[in-house]
């Protein structure tokens, strides 16, 4: 027996390798994938795993990324199950194949190891390159853990291969905090995870046979047909929210762990402000809400876990009757002057029942930066005082303080 | 909502992108000089559109399908084929 066979297993692994383990119990039929930071252990473990006997899918190398998701596009229409992953530049590079992708509604998982985007140039870590392509049709997961990681992959073809809604799904995970810190992982069993998939042999799909040839991404014609192959993904979407929650509870009944569906509600229930995390900060941050509840304030903290589709209702949800909202943010939005999720957040300002919590944002970990604990901290004494009518900034930058 | 098909996605069978008249695009077309072809085959092969059909003494154009990019005439080894200006 291979020694990298650590299914069924509790070990230390970093989130790349976790994300391999997830990968491998998944058994996808073709993978196709280019190298690059942070993501390149994911992908020099699926190989040995397939040089070991353990993976029996067709490894492909292509020349980038554009060719990468290429191939996955054929795989995908011929009805197999395909796996890549990508970074930063490289997601930049597949573009049009990434796109082709969600439009013709083929449900391939991506693992995306978060990292900076040019200029300038860094292979730090950030969630600028995931949320650049917020609206390129793919569903996204942000995960906080390497065991996150390998139990988000599995759901991912739960949720992608679902005939309601044949969509790509990204696997977030920020680089080198995530990818190459090792941390406890439980790899489940072959046997566990095949019983938990096995409800997609019988979901239906489109099928590119020589027998029956297709040909998808045909050139639409009349603009009435164009604009329903959108309203149909469009609708897709909106259902893989509340599937996703479906799914992660039926993954927690069978493999013990569950993250709450789209977002993760911690400590929400008798909080005044909300801290609102996406990603690895997310650990850190729990600490602190901990910490503040000893001294009596009441914090709770919302994990983002499924950016797209935006979770808008379970955030309503919960943020319904708060006085304050403070949002850490990884990435920026140029054309507002803020972080992303931030953008996502003032959104949902117009349905939240009045008087409607005072919102700020905190920009941090940029580059590779830490979000510490003094960050979260004062991220929370901010909102505390906005909750309590001081009047704050509403944009901060972290790191330039 | 007002649906025209049962596709989730923009596929179709091989049939349905044929009502898209590609020939109307044409501004010129190939013409074929019958003594002069030898019948290898190349302009059927080349033809990035399949609209090259074998005939008993030479191929011939489906003119519905046929964009008029000159592939065909471009790698004629026996220069059978020339190119001619559609007339309006």
């Known amino acids: ?73 054929g795989a995908c229409a011929a009805g197999g199950r395909t796996f890549t992953a990508t970074s930063s530049q490289g997601l930049s590079f597949m573009g049009d194949a990434y796109l082709l992708a969600a439009g013709n509604r083929f449900p391939i998982v991506m693992a995306l190891g978060m990292r900076e985007q040019v200029s300038p140039h860094g292979v730090f870590a950030g969630q600028q390159d995931a949320v650049l392509v917020k609206d390129h049709g793919w569903v996204q997961i942000f995960t906080e853990s390497g065991q996150e990681i390998l139990d988000s992959i599995i759901m991912a073809y739960r949720l992608a291969e679902d005939s309601d809604i044949l969509l790509p799904v990204n696997v977030c995970y920020e680089g080198f905090y995530l990818s190459h810190h090792s941390q406890r992982v439980a790899v489940p069993g072959q046997e566990e995870v095949d019983e938990f998939l096995a409800p997609l042999k019988n979901m239906k799909r489109l099928k590119w046979t020589l027998e029956e040839p297709m040909v998808f991404s045909s050139y639409t014609v009349p603009a009435e047909l164009f604009t329903e192959y959108r309203y149909k993904a469009c609708a897709a979407h909106q259902r893989a929210k509340g599937k996703f929650d479906e ?155 | 909502m007002k649906f025209r098909t049962e596709f989730e996605g923009p596929w179709s069978t091989p049939k349905e992108p044929l009502d898209v008249k590609t020939g109307e695009w044409r501004s010129q077309r190939p013409l074929t000089k019958g003594e002069k072809c030898r019948q290898c085959g190349w302009c059927s092969l080349f033809c990035p559109c399949g609209c090259r059909k074998e005939m008993p003494h030479y191929f011939s154009v489906d003119l519905d399908y046929c964009k008029g990019c000159a592939t065909c005439a471009r790698v004629c080894p026996a220069k059978a084929i020339m190119m001619v200006r559609e007339e309006i």
């Open chain 1, 1 to 73: 027996m291979s020694m990298l066979d650590l299914r069924g297993q509790i070990r230390v692994l970093d989130g790349n390798r976790a994300g391999a383990y997830g990968v491998l119990l998944c058994r996808p039929d073709v993978i196709s994938s280019y190298p690059i930071t942070p993501q390149t252990p994911l992908l020099e473990t699926l190989y040995k795993f397939e040089a070991e006997g353990l993976l029996d899918a067709e490894m492909i190398e292509p020349e980038g990324e554009n060719s990468a998701m290429g191939v996955l596009l």
């Open chain 1, 247 to 401: 799914i992660d509870k039926e993954f927690g009944k069978k493999f013990g762990r569950s993250y709450g569906g789209q977002i993760e509600e911690y400590k929400t229930d008798d909080a005044e402000i909300i801290i609102v995390t996406m990603g690895c900060s997310t650990g850190t941050a729990k600490v602190v809400v901990d910490r503040k509840r000893e001294e009596g304030v009441k914090v709770g903290l919302v994990k983002v876990r499924m950016f797209r589709p935006s979770p808008r209702e379970r955030l309503l949800e919960v943020l319904n009757g708060k006085k304050a909202v403070g949002v850490i943010d990884r990435s920026v939005c140029y054309a507002w002057g803020c972080g992303h999720n931030f953008v996502e957040l003032k959104a949902l300002l117009g349905d939240i029942e009045r008087p409607a919590p005072i919102m700020l944002d905190f920009i941090g970990g940029l580059a590779g930066a830490d979000i510490t604990d003094q960050h979260v901290a004062r991220v929370i004494d901010s909102t505390v005082a906005a909750a309590k009518g001081q009047r704050q900034q509403t944009v901060t930058w972290l790191s330039l303080e």
